[in-house]
């Protein structure tokens, strides 16, 4: 069995380059999208929910899921005590070099080797859940992409939202720059539920 711990950044980025290219086909996107509107399509079509009251919805879900995975899979007591080390260890440094101190700076080398073997570590480790959150948050997405309403709908509360600055908006259309209404909205969303999320679960901001 393959070791997500050790392994975690290479398989992240493999499966993270798989669902780019999946998104670049659209027979898989759109049988995701299809599958998917099985479980969350009555959202709207049942209980006629509003296309941005379901981002909300789904990135709450996203948002907790996700949370709970770096949760369980990450030592985040183990970290929180690397990072103090290291900026013990910074400071002692920093101290040492303005005091011209080189038999200490000869043994902080020595230390600063095992420190930044640690943060190695640290970072392999908070790779292994973004595999787990992609195969959960993947699906969502095409889903959302499958539901979309057409760029050129009729502003309704079915097809479009009212952002700050910018008004009325179709979903489709470009918020700001290249991004569109929706995944503007999906990410002020999931950023603002994650950060209440996290700080409930005792895991610290993003």
Known sequence: MVDLKKHGATIALLFTMLM???Y???WIR???GSAMNVVLGPLIDLLGVPFFAVILILSGITGLYSSLVQKYTIDYERMQAVQ???RKFQREYRE???AGDEKKLKKL???RDRMMQEQLEMSRQQFAPMVYILVLTVPIFFWLLFRLPPADAPLTSATAIVM???GAVNLSAIAIWIVP???LWYMICSLTISQVIRKSLNIGGI
């Open 109 to 111: 080398e020595v230390r």
């Open 164 to 166: 700050p600055y910018i």
């Open 24 to 26: 670049s086909i659209e």
């Open 181 to 183: 209404a929706w995944i």
């Open 96 to 98: 040492a070099q303005l």
């Open 20 to 22: 780019m290219i999946s």
């Open 84 to 86: 103090q080390r290291m």
């Open 30 to 32: 759109v049988g995701v």
